[in-house]
């Protein structure tokens, strides 16, 4: 149980285009999922908070405008980069709290590699 | 505001010895404590956690950790090491806005 997927697994567009990665919960309910963003041989630096129904919550130097999050669903949230540049290249995790769980576990997804060319 | 420290980026062993990896955090709530596992291009897996409780938690893979109030500490330890151990390994302190706070990773080889 508590699976996380996300699609694509690895993406390449060519910059000033947008790319969207979704995030599902495949056997809970997530009213919460947290968008990370992985640099390689680097640590998980959380972007937003993606909270159903209602605005993703960015954390502080992350552009809102530019990372579109959406989480529509109790089991869907996605993560839109619009007008990608070279430097958003980078490996995009998400994760989600199950909803009917008490307790602060996230379960996390395979990640997106995003290659902007 | 939480923090994680994780002391050495890199750590090698040899297959069947032990594997210590050292986690310090501040927090300024009791923390939720947590060690993830996370193998090339891929996503993170859950090996153990602490919330409450019992000190010492046992988790997946023969991996254990001892929360240590006093010394804000939160190590990883599995007393022999597989060749499957070879992965980067991260701890990770929780808020109380569900929010995860990671250190920064500590890559492990087991040598042959």
């Known amino acids: 149980g508590a699976v996380v997927s996300q699609h694509p697994s690895w993406v390449i567009c060519k910059s000033g285009t947008s790319v969207k990665i979704e995030c599902r919960s495949l056997d809970f309910q997530a009213t919460t999922m947290f968008w990370y963003r992985q640099f390689p041989k680097q640590s998980l630096m959380l972007m937003a908070t993606s909270n159903e129904g209602s605005k993703a919550t960015y954390e502080q130097g992350v552009e809102k405008d530019k990372f579109l999050i959406n989480h529509a669903s109790l089991t869907l949230s996605t993560l839109t980069v619009t007008s990608a540049h070279p430097e958003d290249s980078s490996f995009y995790i998400c994760s989600a709290r199950d909803s009917g769980r008490l307790g602060y576990e996230q379960y996390f997804g395979p990640g997106t590699r995003l290659t902007v060319t | 505001a939480q923090s994680v420290t994780q002391l050495g980026s890199h750590v090698s062993v040899s297959e069947g010895a032990l594997v210590l990896l050292r986690c310090n955090y501040s927090?300024?709530?009791?923390?939720?404590l947590f060690w993830y596992v996370q193998y090339p291009n891929q996503g993170l897996q859950l090996l153990l956690k602490?919330?409450?409780?019992?000190?010492l938690v046992k988790g997946i893979n023969g991996f254990e950790a001892e929360f240590k109030k006093s010394e804000t500490s939160f190590h990883l330890t599995k007393p022999s090491a597989h060749m499957s151990d070879a992965a980067e390994y991260f701890c990770a302190v929780s808020d109380r806005d569900y929010k995860l706070s990671f250190g920064a990773g500590t890559t492990v080889t087991v040598r042959a």
């Open positions: 602490y919330t409450t409780g019992a000190t």
């Open positions: 927090s300024s709530v009791p923390p939720y």
